[in-house]
């Protein structure tokens, strides 16, 4: 019989962890963004997306689909005028933003395709129907959309055709098409830290772990779950894989998992009864993930540790209202001085409410613990690189002095020639054609976007010299008056 001291026992029930004592606070009432009315289509996404610039949001909208995009400092009450990005024929399914762009953001629809937008650096102005590329290549309806963690524009989609696809959006082509791995419907699409492998969760109660690349399952999983209500799975930065998903008996389940050996979960806790389906939120840095009900009021929180159980139970952030949806902010768009390490963007019928989660310090140094490095905008690998079989790692970057945008290149679509591609397959019994992007055409735009900023600029030197023209002129008239 094992007979353990007090003191070991109470080591024990009380583990160490610097995020115990994690709290949640709902900021105040004019720090919200009211008056927006939330998108009510029956899909299980998050309905919104943020990043250190804007805060974006699904928005109902009469005879197509919409999201409104607004800077963070827009709080308050917003205008049933406000503009909105509106360019898809059906209703918008989900967002994500670019993390090499804070200005880029692509959306997914009903209407069977993928939008990229550019959002002008102080918000939108007016309404935004003509995105900077359209991706057509689902038959049906696209309910995911995510971006490569590390390589500048690689964008995934996947619809309720079954169909994974991977786009190369500065030439606007579908690389990779993922057809016959899923037999059912995709719940979830997650890409690992450096983006070399994906994971999804499917309606036949599959987890696969997928290498894109060679289009190949290098892991699977069946009846990860065993409960027929969505599976949600996503990858943690060592590799693991962490699900969320319901039991037989219909109970809300979370487990993990290791790719190299999925016959049985590390650890499975059994959670409540509720039957929203769990949206996971992880924050790499401190192994710490969120959990987010659709439908519920709570915000549950635990750790991921070497340790059994693997998964602990830090807390629940309760509030009065259910959620529609959730956006999370990246680590560089916390405020560090306020011990801040998540935020999210809480969606309720008419409003978006951010959640602030703190730390409690003493010291108003800075908290080396709580902030390691953290991947930051920069992209290490081209999309051309990455599609040729490279990989690499996030470029991280120091919070220690709060972070600091640089400026944004703007997303540059080039077209291939179709005739090229003509060319190319009249040639492909000699050798096979490679697939890069010509140079030429965005050399030549280049010299095209000079030539219009040089004209812009003497037209504004033009307009400046007139206007002084005209206010001497009226000095000489209000003379000759007297």
Not at 114 to 143: A, C, D, F, Y
Not at 273 to 296: A, H, I, M, Q, R
Not at 350 to 370: A, G, N, Y
Request: hydrophobic share 35%.
């Amino acid at each position: 019989m094992d007979v353990s001291s007090p003191a070991e026992m109470f080591k024990r029930v009380v583990r160490q962890s610097k995020f115990r004592h994690v709290f949640g606070q709902a900021v105040k009432n004019d720090q919200c963004y009211d008056d927006i009315r939330v998108s009510r289509v029956t899909w299980d996404s998050s309905f919104c997306a943020v990043n250190p610039k804007f805060v974006a949001i699904i928005v109902e909208a009469s005879g197509g689909g919409a999201f409104m995009v607004l800077p963070l400092n827009k709080t308050g009450r917003i205008d049933k005028a406000y503009p909105t990005v509106c360019g898809h024929t059906g209703p918008v399914l989900d967002i994500d933003w670019c993390p090499h762009n804070d200005q880029v953001i692509a959306s997914g629809s009903e209407d069977c395709t993928v939008m990229v937008w550019q959002i002008p650096e102080n918000g939108l102005v007016t309404s935004m129907p003509e995105p900077v590329v359209v991706l057509e290549g689902h038959s049906k309806r696209v309910g995911i959309v995510t971006w490569h963690p590390t390589a500048r524009n690689v964008l995934l989609s996947a619809g309720c055709d079954n169909v994974i696809i991977i786009w190369n959006v500065g030439t606007g082509e579908a690389i990779i098409t993922l057809e016959d791995m899923h037999p059912d419907i995709i719940f979830s699409v997650c890409w690992n830290r450096n983006g070399s492998l994906i994971c999804t969760a499917c309606k036949d109660k599959k987890v696969r772990v997928i290498d894109p690349r060679k289009e190949d399952i290098v892991a699977e999983k069946d009846k990860a779950h065993e409960g027929a209500r969505p599976i949600r799975a996503i990858f943690l930065s060592d590799g693991k894989v962490f699900t969320t998903g319901f039991s037989r008996m219909s109970e809300r389940q979370l487990a993990l998992w290791d790719p190299e050996n999925m016959e049985e979960p590390i650890s499975v806790h059994e959670m409540d009864t509720s039957n929203g389906v769990l949206l996971p939120f992880y924050d790499p840095d401190t192994n710490v993930v969120y959990l987010c009900g659709k439908g519920d009021s709570s915000i549950r929180y635990f750790e991921i540790t070497d340790e059994a159980p693997f998964v602990h139970y830090l807390n629940t952030f309760i509030t009065k209202e259910p959620q529609r949806g959730m956006g999370y902010m990246p680590k560089r768009g916390l405020d560090v001085n306020k011990c801040e390490i998540a935020r999210f963007y809480k969606l309720h019928e008419r409003k978006c409410e951010p959640i602030i989660m703190t730390v409690p310090r003493k010291s108003d140094l800075f908290q080396d613990d709580l902030y390691p490095d953290t991947a930051g905008p920069e992209a290490p690998l081209e999309a051309e690189e990455w599609f040729e079989g490279k990989n690499g790692d996030p470029v991280l970057i120091s919070l220690k002095h709060a972070y600091i945008p640089g400026k944004n290149r703007d997303l540059k679509v080039v077209k291939k020639n179709i005739l090229d591609n003509k060319l190319s397959k009249n040639t492909e019994n000699t050798t096979p054609a490679i697939k890069t992007a010509t140079s030429t055409p965005s050399i030549k735009s280049e010299a095209k976007l000079d030539e219009v900023l040089k004209e812009m600029k003497s037209l504004r030197e033009l307009v400046s010299s007139q206007e002084k023209r005209i206010a001497n002129l009226e000095q000489q008239l209000s003379k000759m008056d007297i």
